[in-house]
């Protein structure tokens, strides 16, 4: 990463807002002086100081507060000072560029966050938390985000790495003492440890993949046959007419993509095409983006009728192994049926019309219980990489499991682990490549 020891920089950290209240943010060893060359005197440490802003010439910039938060004791760990002004974004940008002439340079996205990582006030999944508060879609995740930026996640990473530490130490000990007659290796408490952090991983990682819901949204594609109220289920819970309904077969014939909130849960539905085989060459372009759509979903919502429900699980067939599955029995109204839910052939059944609605609720219900809704004070938010790390951790104990069982082989075991140690350190950074570095802070917006 490049060095910041000499450099500062300077940013319009929040517009104007509903009390007409900007901020421009200055870190970096040159925040003394600026600070005392805009206030006329050496500024008090976290002091509201108010003041004028005035330019080179002298000439009335703004008049608002100033305040220096010298370094470590600040959000980068360096000399921060922080400039609140009242009035548009032209003078926003005034007073940058005022900072700018006085030894600032401007920021790069993500670079305040940044220094507050490589001066260790932060680690990086907390990093990450902050972009993920300010892009929250939901009030759950806006509360998951701000667990993630106080550390919850990051504990309990710190908490599995530890274990897994202390295992690696039992299997490289007992790898030291070859020439012993004694079996170290089968010692009952290597297998209890490594079983004990096998459960505690499965328990992390469940956790993360809600709290990865609860950062992007549930993603859920409504898949089925042409006719069988696909179109008719997204508008009944998006509360619109966004989907055409017709009777005609293969009305539908491109992905139709809505995003609501149910009582504070993103969700993202996907109206597909009917799957069916079909000579249109339109509608099988159709039918192709909704096995896509499949994919990259999080809940596959089937919706079907008793006749073909059974039937129609083979849709069902080819999806990835933690894809959710609900089978929405519709049209109820139409053969008489009660509302009902029951789980069976490791789906959710449920029994509705998207018609009349009734039976909906539960639906949404069910919806915002896989989207991490009652998920309780400890919910954190978690993004795509850290599941994924959490995914190859888990190999690698299944792995180190494997070859300790069948073949007592120390060595290969405790590669493994060394593996899962160093996959397990990138998620708060205790491993970091530039490159990963320089992903994920570029993701982030000017001024944070």
């Known amino acids: 990463m490049p060095d910041h020891a000499a450099d500062t920089i300077a940013a319009i950290a929040s517009a104007p807002g509903a009390a007409g209240v900007g901020v421009v943010r200055v870190s970096g060893p040159a925040v003394p002086t600026i600070a005392q060359t805009l206030l006329g005197r050496a500024a008090q440490p976290r002091h509201a100081h108010f003041t004028a802003f005035r330019d080179a010439a002298g000439e009335l910039i703004d008049r608002g507060l100033l305040l220096h938060f010298p370094a470590p004791a600040s959000y980068t760990g360096e000399h ?10 032209v003078l926003l940008d005034l007073l940058l560029r005022r900072c700018c002439e006085l030894g600032a340079r401007l920021a790069r996205p993500g670079e305040f966050t940044e220094r507050a990582f490589l001066n260790g006030k932060l680690d990086l999944a907390q990093a990450e938390a902050v972009a993920d508060l300010i892009a929250a ?18 504990r309990k990473i710190d908490v599995l790495l530890q274990a897994l530490i202390a295992l690696r130490v039992h299997i490289e000990a007992a790898i030291d003492f070859p020439e012993e007659e004694i079996d170290f290796l089968a010692d009952p408490a290597i297998t209890s440890q490594l079983e004990s952090v096998r459960t505690e991983l499965t328990e992390l990682l469940i956790e993360a993949q809600r709290g990865l819901r609860l950062n992007d949204g549930l993603r859920v594609a409504i898949i089925g046959r042409p006719n069988a109220g696909k179109s008719s289920l997204l508008n009944a819970l998006a509360g619109s007419d966004r989907a055409i309904v017709n009777a005609t077969a293969g009305t539908t014939r491109d992905v ?5 909130s149910l009582d504070g849960i993103a969700l993202e539905l996907a109206d597909t095409a009917g799957l069916r085989d079909t000579d249109d060459e339109v509608e099988r372009e159709g039918v192709r983006r909704a096995h896509g759509e ?7 919502l089937l919706v079907t009728d008793a006749d073909l429900a059974n039937a129609d699980l083979a849709f069902f067939t080819a999806l990835p192994a933690n894809v ?8 109820i109204d139409r053969d008489n049926l009660a509302p009902h839910g029951e789980q069976r052939d490791h789906a959710h059944w449920l029994w509705a019309s998207a018609k009349t609605g009734e039976g909906l609720d539960p639906l949404r219900n069910h919806l ?6 009652g998920s309780g004070e400890g919910a954190f938010s978690a993004r795509r990489r850290h599941v994924l790390a959490l995914q190859q951790v888990a190999i690698h104990l299944d792995q180190a499991a494997a070859v300790l069982t069948a073949a007592r082989a120390g060595e290969l075991a405790a590669e493994e682990l060394r593996h899962a140690q160093r996959v397990l350190g990138e998620i ?9 570095l320089g992903a994920i802070f570029s993701s ?3 001024g944070k």
């Open 80 to 89: 921060v000072l922080e400039l609140q002004g009242h009035g548009s974004a």
């Open 137 to 154: 879609h939901s009030q759950a995740g806006a509360r998951a985000a701000l667990q993630s930026m106080e550390g919850v996640f990051s």
């Open 256 to 260: 139709l993509r809505e995003s609501l």
């Open 294 to 300: 499949l994919q990259r979903a999080d809940v596959a």
């Open 324 to 331: 959710e599955r609900i089978v929405l029995i519709n049209k």
């Open 368 to 373: 915002k219980h896989l989207a991490g809704a």
């Open 428 to 436: 708060t950074g205790s491993y970091s490549s530039d490159d990963l």
């Open 444 to 446: 982030f917006c000017i």
